[in-house]
């Protein structure tokens, strides 16, 4: 269903007018389904009074959903040129209240758009780059994070290892990361049917919500101990972590994990006092 709710025309329409073909190059799948797209910005609410980050906001679905569901002031950050007019509609039916940033999301800094109100990221992230744009909001600093709540879509796969607990085959870096300094969440999922195209694969809104006081860690060094130990998930952690140390025993002893123990079976908390010590050692 992609009919109208707010007095804008059909998205269908708006692609055509725009000659909007999702390209994969991009990593486009567009949401049409309003109400859809108003469900996933309810999930960020309540609205009102805050600035949403939205990127990759295509032909402007979610968009209107988050003006719609009473968003301050949305900053949309689209990377394709073709999705400008249309968007640029939206913000003539909003007056004052979206801002369209062209430009890479990967190389956005949010902090001059910032105001003083509560911050929220709420996009279907384009597949290509969901990951590393995930990992860059954990690893901000300082914590406390600038936004309060992320509410994003991922490809199934993904949220499953976001969310996922020690000692299942999705545990790994990604988890850690996630789970360290938020509490993530995976809300619904939604079917390929929704998109134009439709991907091959089911996608999840997931939420985060930051952890105020996560157990102090340096964020590069816990992704770096993390990675080393999953490298080689199936070994022991005495020899998977032989890439940051000849001889990882002493490390491990000291935070209190067993050298015969996996990756898979370590907690996030196991990991930050890994990190540490290893922070420690190398200061030595």
């Keep these: 269903m992609t009919t109208a709710h707010d007095g804008l025309p059909p998205l269908r329409d708006v692609i055509r007018k725009h000659d909007l073909i999702a390209r ?4 486009q799948n567009f949401l049409l389904d309003l109400n859809l797209t108003g469900r996933i910005a309810r999930a960020a609410g309540p609205l009102k009074g805050a600035t949403v980050i939205e990127i990759g906001p295509g032909p402007g679905g979610l968009t209107r959903a988050l003006l719609s569901e009473g968003a301050t002031h949305v900053i949309a950050i689209e990377r394709d040129r073709r999705a400008i007019a249309a968007l640029q509609q939206v913000a003539d039916y909003y007056p004052g209240r979206l801002t369209v940033v062209e430009g890479d999301a990967l190389e956005f800094d949010p902090a ?3 105001g003083g109100g509560p911050v929220r990221i709420v996009a ?6 969901a990951t590393p744009l995930l990992i860059g909001w954990l690893e901000t600093e300082p914590w406390p994070p600038f936004f309060d709540r992320l509410v994003l879509m991922f490809q199934r796969e993904v949220a499953e290892r976001i969310v996922a607990s020690p000692n299942t085959k999705d545990y790994g870096r990604l988890s850690i990361l996630a789970q360290w300094r938020t509490q993530p969440k995976i ?7 929704a998109f134009v195209p439709p991907p091959k694969v089911t996608s999840s809104v997931v939420e985060f919500v930051p952890r105020p006081l996560p157990d102090p860690c340096d964020r590069r060094v816990l992704g770096r101990v993390a990675e080393a130990a999953f ?5 022991m952690l005495r020899q998977s972590l032989k890439s940051l140390t000849p001889d990882p025993v002493p490390l491990l002893e000291s935070a209190g994990i ?4 996996r990756a898979e079976d370590i907690p996030v908390a196991g990991f930050v006092r890994l990190a540490r010590e290893y922070e420690i050692q190398s200061r030595a």
């Design 24 to 27: 994969k190059s991009l990593g």
């Design 112 to 114: 001059a758009y910032l």
């Design 124 to 129: 279907n992230l384009p597949y290509n780059i």
């Design 187 to 193: 809300l619904f999922d939604i079917a390929p049917s």
């Design 231 to 235: 490298g080689q998930r199936r070994k």
């Design 258 to 261: 067993a050298p015969t123990d």
